[in-house]
């Protein structure tokens, strides 16, 4: 309950000098891999999640999962359901959910998920961030995560739909679930197979690709066994440190952004306002006055 209500104090809208605080020292003190798990809506993100949390239990590694929800366009709402389709045990102390709703972000996560996760990862042994269902351009897992595991159903369309999608640079890992849609699943790996190796920037690590069936168990051992092959590269070329830096440099540019855009609006407040009571003015003119 104490980690809740610091996570709590984490999404208000301006952190105050004892949770920046908090922050540095969680910041300095990381123990945790962090794994991004994203991908289309109805892959069976949740179920796999829950797969994989089982299993790492069992290995006796504590696990946190940051599960974010869509929320409304209009009514910034989010039912912040994903975490009631996590198959978990509710009495297991080494397992902890938050959820986080995506507010006016678009590519996946939220703004508070990086503070969220180092809190985390200075706690725990994993950290699993499940993005909200992505289509083909939402790729911000990249800026939170460690390791990115893009999940693809099979018969989810031919190598050029692959090839038009961005999200397809970012992997370091791609799993094609539900593989016990054997015909499915086969030409599905292969078609993902096809592009991944032709992405100019993977001359590094190159992405592996693996089946797995959350319904049977099938290749999940594979899949975490390569989850941590990953780490140990990262770990061992002395990338992980420059990557986490690099995350936080971004989300300190986009926080700046967003302070620097809500003073802007509340300076032209009044103008704003008598724009959207004027019904005959065009509102696009309203950019006029940003000229001197």
């Known amino acids: 309950m104490a980690l809740a209500r610091l996570l709590a104090r984490l999404d208000a809208t301006r952190l105050d000098g004892e949770a920046l605080d908090l922050l540095d020292a969680a910041w300095r003190a990381p123990r945790a891999q962090v794994v991004g798990l994203t991908g289309p809506p109805g892959v069976g993100k949740s179920t796999l999640v829950s797969v994989c949390v089982r299993h790492w239990r069992r290995a006796g590694r504590r696990v946190a999962v940051v599960a974010v929800d869509p929320s409304s366009r209009r009514t910034q709402g989010a039912i912040l359901g994903d975490r009631t389709r996590l198959e978990l045990d509710p009495e297991d102390a080494g397992v902890f ?113 693996e089946t797995v069936s959350a319904a049977t168990g099938d290749g999940i051992e594979r899949l975490l066994e390569r989850i941590d092959a990953h780490h140990r590269h990262l770990t061992a070329r002395g990338d992980l440190a420059a990557r986490r830096h690099a995350q936080a440099c971004l989300w300190l540019e986009t926080m700046l952004r967003q302070e620097v855009g809500r003073r802007g609006l509340e300076s032209f407040a009044a103008a704003l306002a008598a724009l959207r009571g004027d019904m005959t003015r065009p509102p696009l003119r309203g950019l006029a006055w940003l000229e001197p």
Do not use: N, Y
Request: a negative charge; charged letters at 25%.
């Open 97 to 209: 959910v938050r959820s986080v709703a995506a507010r006016d972000r678009l590519g996946g996560l939220a703004t508070v998920v990086l503070p969220t996760v180092v809190v985390l990862r200075a706690l725990f042994d994993i950290v699993l961030v499940e993005t909200v269902g992505v289509g083909q351009s939402e790729t911000e897992i990249r800026d939170v995560a460690d390791t990115v595991v893009l999940a693809v159903q099979p018969a989810s369309g031919d190598s050029l739909q692959f090839i038009k999608a961005g999200i397809v640079e970012i992997p370091d890992i791609a799993v094609v679930t539900k593989a016990d849609m054997t015909a499915h699943a086969d030409r599905t790996r292969r078609e993902l197979l096809s592009v991944l190796r032709v992405q100019p920037d993977k001359t590094v690590w190159c992405p592996a690709i």
